[in-house]
């Protein structure tokens, strides 16, 4: 027997230890939206949506992409929400690490506009405009 999209949804929600409430209040969701959801009421839900319970319900976008017939090349997850899977970080730690990587994105993206550029050999090359 093929699983619907509600059934999947409650069964992670289930799983997960929430209400139908406290999903609706993490996702940013109605409660009634959700409800619908599940049993199979509303049709063709956006994949923002889906993409929201996927990470509030740390499931594989994919996976319910693939219930209103989206066959993505490749979707990541957010940051936080791979640093917490695949380090078995709690939401605050992934959050910092989080932080952590985007300061020193924005930080290495600055270095390359003021003329700083790595070499291969890991020493930086300056401008030479002054001669």
Known sequence: MNQTL???????????????????????????????????????????????????????????????????TRVLPSAQVYFRRKYGLSDAEAEDLSRVVEDYRSRTLEEGRHGKNNTEDGDTERSTDAA
């Open 6 to 72: 509600g059934d999947y949804l409650r069964a992670a929600r289930t799983k997960a230890g929430l209400s139908v409430r406290q999903l609706g209040t993490l996702s940013g969701m109605s409660h009634g939206y959700l409800v619908k959801l599940e049993l199979g009421q509303q049709e063709r839900p956006s994949a923002e949506h889906l993409m929201r319970l996927a990470e509030v319900l740390e499931l594989d976008a994919v996976e319910l992409l693939r219930f209103i017939g989206v066959e993505p």
